[in-house]
T-cell receptor, first 115, second 113 residues
Framework: NAGVMQNPRHLVRRRGQEARLRCSPM?????VYWYRQLPEEGLKFMVY????????ESGMPKERFSAEFPKEGPSILRIQQVVRGDSAAYFC?????????????FGEGSRLTVL | AQSVTQLGSHVSVSEGALVLLRCNYS??????LFWYVQYPNQGLQLLLK??????LVKGINGFEAEFKKSETSFHLTKPSAHMSDAAEYFC???????????FGGGTRLMVKP
């Protein structure tokens, strides 16, 4: 499967626990984007990363949220001390680079439920 | 800052009827515009994109969209709805190539038999 792979597809956490969401971009893609979709809402941009660099994190909450895209391995979105309001679908997308004119390829999402 | 507005969070049509999903954008420079479709419990799939070539863009599954600068619109149409078209549709904009997409709020399309 050459698509964007996200895991886990579903994650349940209790308030105060940590959530880690992983994203492996498509082969040949070096740009990763994370979006959050709250119930009955559209997708909101969170962060844009290239290998080992955060390019734009203007959509990331100031506290508890962090993202990385290491030289080796998947991109990880980490949410510390989760709260009920963090319950959402988190989508990862990847692109080849700045010449791709915004064509992003999306994974199937990771659905976080906070009890 | 660029943004997109999708008029109508829910649209219902009968099978075989015309589908029209509205999208208006705000941008001070020529944008790149996209329509994505999301089926239940899945990720987003690109339907079509406008990148300043032809103003009428044809996409997959019989959908097309027309870029109208004078109206700042990029409405999505399909002549004849099929039951399998039931999904959520998102309009998105990008101003500078390579930057992140900004999405509209989405329109849920329901198709009645």
């Amino acid at each position: 499967n050459a698509g964007v792979m996200q895991n886990p597809r579903h994650l349940v956490r209790r308030r105060g626990q940590e959530a880690r969401l992983r994203c492996s971009p498509m082969k040949g893609h070096s740009h990763v984007y994370w979006y959050r979709q709250l119930p009955e809402e559209g997708l909101k941009f969170m962060v844009y990363l290239q290998k080992e660099n955060i390019i734009d994190e203007s959509g990331m909450p100031k506290e508890r949220f962090s993202a990385e895209f290491p030289k080796e391995g998947p991109s990880i979105l980490r949410i510390q001390q989760v709260v009920r309001g963090d319950s959402a679908a988190y989508f990862c997308a990847s692109s080849r680079g700045t010449g791709s004119t915004g064509e992003l390829f999306f994974g199937e999402g990771s659905r976080l439920t906070v009890l | 800052a660029q943004s997109v507005t999708q008029l109508g969070s829910h649209v219902s049509v009968s099978e075989g009827a015309l589908v029209l999903l509205r999208c208006n954008y705000s941008s001070s420079v020529p944008p790149y515009l996209f329509w994505y479709v999301q089926y239940p419990n899945q990720g987003l799939q690109l339907l079509l994109k406008y990148t300043s070539a032809a103003t009428l863009v044809k996409g997959i599954n019989g959908f097309e969209a027309e870029f109208k600068k004078s109206e700042t619109s990029f409405h999505l149409t399909k002549p004849s709805a099929h039951m399998s078209d039931a999904a959520e549709y998102f309009c998105a904009v990008i101003v500078n190539a390579g930057n992140m997409l900004t999405f509209g709020g989405g329109t849920r399309l329901m198709v009645k038999p």
